[in-house]
């Protein structure tokens, strides 16, 4: 069973529109994180959620934390081929400071210009 | 951008083998660790290492070793290589307890037939 679940797993839309990536679980998260990755790298953080309620906004993206610390959302406004790319959310358990990351499934995002 | 150098970037390897895979870094960071990535599975933690010589299991470990002779260099190996092992496996590096934030290469494509 996947402790993060993220939906939906794969996402293809037309240049402009917006989106949101879902990122769930029935655990409590101390801080999540959201990366991007692209065809043949590792991936790149864009962001770190601590608090719960907390919203951070990058550019178009938009990355909100639950209240509860159990989900978290992706929101890309005017979505364009550039965001295009595997996104990946990653939670951290308890007060651990390894860096032992849960990471979810990912969502694969295809935007068409 | 941690000075992260994977190697081999692509092997291709018989069932039974053993297979050494390097992550080096140049950033003096004192957290390594190496994950899969598999489809439908997101990146699962293999192995980690919190310092030289002082090494952890992950969610994934059987089947796996890992060595950390010095503070710049992680080895992955296979001691026996089998088919469930054909993935891509990505090393990354924190720089300490209190950054979460992880550095990732850009991943080994091992392919055991």
């Known amino acids: 069973t996947q402790l993060l679940e993220q939906s939906p797993q794969f996402l293809s839309i037309q240049e402009g529109e917006n989106l949101t990536v879902y990122c769930n679980s029935s655990?409590?998260?101390?801080?999540l994180q959201w990366y991007r990755q692209e065809p043949g790298e590792g991936p790149v953080l864009l962001v770190t959620?601590?608090?719960?309620?907390e919203v951070k906004k990058l550019k178009r993206l938009t990355f909100q934390f639950g209240d509860a610390r159990k989900d978290s959302s992706l929101h890309i406004t005017a979505a364009q081929p550039g965001d295009t790319g595997l996104y990946l959310c990653?939670?951290?358990?308890?007060?651990?400071?390894?860096?032992?990351?849960?990471f979810g499934q990912g969502t694969t995002l295809q935007v068409k210009p | 951008d941690a000075g992260i150098t994977q190697s081999p970037r692509h092997k291709v390897t018989e069932t039974g083998t053993p297979v050494t895979l390097r992550c080096h870094q140049t950033?003096?960071?004192?957290?390594m660790y190496w994950y899969r990535q598999d489809p439908g599975h997101g990146l699962r933690l293999i192995h980690y290492?919190?310092?030289?010589?002082?090494?952890d299991k992950g969610e994934v470990s059987d089947g796996y070793s890992v060595s950390r002779s010095k503070t710049e260099d992680f080895l992955l190996t296979l001691e026996s290589a089998t088919s469930s092992q054909t993935s891509v496996y990505f090393c990354?590096?924190?720089?300490?307890?209190?950054?979460?934030?992880?550095?990732f290469g850009s991943g080994t494509q091992l392919s055991v037939l």
């Open positions: 290492s919190y310092g030289v010589k002082d090494t």
């Open positions: 950033e003096n960071h004192r957290y």
């Open positions: 959620v601590v608090t719960g309620g």
């Open positions: 655990s409590v998260f101390s801080s």
């Open positions: 990653a939670g951290v358990r308890g007060s651990s400071n390894t860096g032992k990351l849960i």
């Open positions: 990354a590096t924190k720089p300490g307890q209190s950054n979460e934030k992880l550095f």
